[in-house]
């Protein structure tokens, strides 16, 4: 369950309504705001406003809390997150977005702290909406009137969520920017950005590129500046000084933007039904670090398998099982040592992969995590494999000698399948567990009346690699630049014989041959992809630091 | 998290510093937990005091079964019977060594090819129904994977599990006694039924009972499917090229 304070203290700039108020198709901004938060769930939703603004927000059935001004906003924002003991959402009054953007903050976030961000560069020097700098996802760095940013790259799209464990901080921020606040000279003006090594001539450079690429904004939605008071970007400064990992979520295709007058709301309107918002969430819920023929064989269509069967209510434990049944099918069929036998088998073998791929797209989809379901997921796909290992091996024993089905005993060949497939998987968990993390080290604290974020990680200049002398820095460099090309990374890919290739090898040469060609083949290619994996690991290994000393 | 893990060490991340002097972080606890010692090995392990390290001593115990294997398995008394004694003096004494090395994540691996090689191999010379012998083996590949997943979700398996499933070492000896006695056939067939039971029973109660709540959002296939290199390689750089490339991702 998430708190949603919801701050609707802009008003528009030629008129004194509230920008919460302006109109969009299905009625006001704000009630449109509400409505999408209701449906996620979001009971408890409060809306701080100024006393001449409050009546036109009273009809909107939610508590209404007066406010005078910033110091008050925040007061009462500190009083709420002090007493909370589930996430707050702050959120402006403003703000149009898609459902998936609130659904992605509300139910998926997992961090102490998110914000709705936009990557955009360049930013010029008078940006309208207040500028962070995001550095592998987390925001390092974000800005209001009186907090400056060295060189930005994204900009803050008016969603804050403090998750349950961070709401005291959130409340010490808060308590903190209003006694500023009350201060004549607590919280002063300065210029939103200071470029280090964004160089004038680089933004030029930039600038072509970013304005073709940047699709997703159209540009209308930003040019009216915020001129109000901003306690959300106050408070995800004052969280982002605190030492809280905030994490920028934002995604290209979904809409989230303030609307300040009603040409804006017009045109965020226009760009949110321009997007197929079903078909995004879709789409995110295929992994994109799949293999080559999980992602061209499968994962093209299973997705509207995953979209058919989350209509239908079905649990991903539910599909897991199924899959799991059509491999069992699949064993049966290929113990039966006929021809038709082996074709069907194939087949169905396939069909059992693709409910494998449908089983997690319908959990991400349909937003369905459960431990056993990860742990069913995983421990079936084994039991799969193995389960058809054992009817190949039945049917290659069962079938007429001399018909091409009969490749006699093969069961030291399946054993050897087994045997190898298992060591591999344990090569990789066992490298997984052992690579070295560097320990997290604490997030500069700031102070939150500091106007310039100097004493906050500095950005870095582009580098240059390789880095670090040897073989190891060498083959690590090297399969970094690899990567960069296509054919090169499918083939990374593809060699390491993934579970998609392995059960597409699996169902074609058990349909073309027998099971002792299937055996063979899985064995040949396992172990050319045992050399290529032990051997990269190895070398990266020696580019890991040696353990000195050890505190278990 | 702090739990007792089978060779008595404590688990939990283990902090551990480089020769620069910075503090890294690495999940040794698990690979510990991954070779599957049994009572034996870690009583070795604690003599030793940890001091002994894991690697070397294991890839020698691996050609030395590997010797013994190709010069006879067929007889009652051939050379392979001897095999688990010598892997388990040398590989057992590092079962309380912190996996600290940087190439000791080749451990596990290692310690499982011996194993099903070995007990496949003396299986097929001794005329175990065949059909049974892969099933035996897909019982402690079952327990073997079951391990693993289960670490990651922080379910760590209980120490009775480990010493009840006889460990790696156990597991050797006995069919090498029971070769010995010439009762291979029968030994295995008692083994995969009870272990079956052992691993299965616990591991499917144990993951009922925790696993309906909201789980966290792991997939326990990334390590297992990932290739070696591609995506740790240049994890930081793509991370950041990705980024600056592209807001259309989820996480910025």
Known sequence: MTLALVVATETVATASSPTAGLALRSG??????????????VADRRVITRPDTAAELRGLGCEVIESKGLAEDLREIARVAREATEPILIVHGDVVAHREVFARLVLNSKAPASAAATRVKPIGDSPNRPVMRIRRGRIVSAGTRHHQVTDPNAMFRGVLRVGEEETGTLADVAERFAELADLPDGLTEISPVRILWQSPDEIAELLGEAESQDTGLPAALTSTPVVGDDAPALLLTGMVRSGVKVTARGSRELVCERVLDQAQADAAQQAVDAVDEDRVRLNAAVKNN????????????????????????????????????????AAAFFATGERWGMLLGGVSLYFAFVFDCVDGQLARYSRQFSTLGAWLDATFDRAKEYTVFAGLAVGSTAAVAGSSVHGGDVWYLAVAALTLQTCRHMVDFAFGASKRRKAPEPLPVVPLEMPDDSMLDEPERAKSRPKGGGLGHLAVWLSGRSEK???????????????????????????????????IALLTWGTIAACYTIGGRFLRSLTQPRAARIDA | MSTVLPGGMSSGTPEAKDARGEAFTFHGDRLVAYRDDGPISQTLGRLSGGQLPPLLPLLVAAIVTGILLIAGVNGQTSPAIFAPVLALLLAGPAATHPHSGRLDWLVPPIMRAIEYVYLATLAFAHDVSKPLTYAFIG????????????????????????????????????????TLAGVLPATIAVLTVYLGLLFGIESVYTWTRTGTGKGV????????????????????????????????????
């Open chain 1, 28 to 41: 006001s901004v704000i009630g449109h705001l509400l409505g999408q938060l209701e449906s996620l769930d």
């Open chain 1, 290 to 329: 799949d293999g080559f023929f999980t992602t061209y064989a499968v994962s093209t269509y299973s997705r509207f398998i995953a979209r058919w069967t989350a209509k239908r209510g079905w649990t991903p434990n539910g599909v897991t099982a199924i899959s799991m049944g059509i491999s069992v099918v």
């Open chain 1, 485 to 519: 090309i296509r054919v090169f990374h499918w083939f990374k890919k593809i060699i390491v014989l993934p579970i998609g290739e392995r059960f597409a090898l699996i169902a074609l040469t058990a349909m073309i041959f027998n099971a002792k060609v299937t055996f």
């Open chain 2, 139 to 178: 019982v402690l590949a079952y327990h073997h994977y079951d391990t693993v997943y289960r670490t990651r979700q922080r379910l760590w398996p209980a120490k009775w599990v480990f010493r009840a499933g006889l460990g790696w070492d156990g597991r050797l000896l006995i069919a090498a006694v029971a």
């Open chain 2, 217 to 252: 959002m792991v997939n326990l296939e990334d390590d297992g499917e990932s290739p070696p290199s591609a995506e740790e390689t240049a994890a930081e750089e793509a991370a950041e090229r990705a980024a600056a490339k592209e807001a259309s991702e989820e996480t910025v």
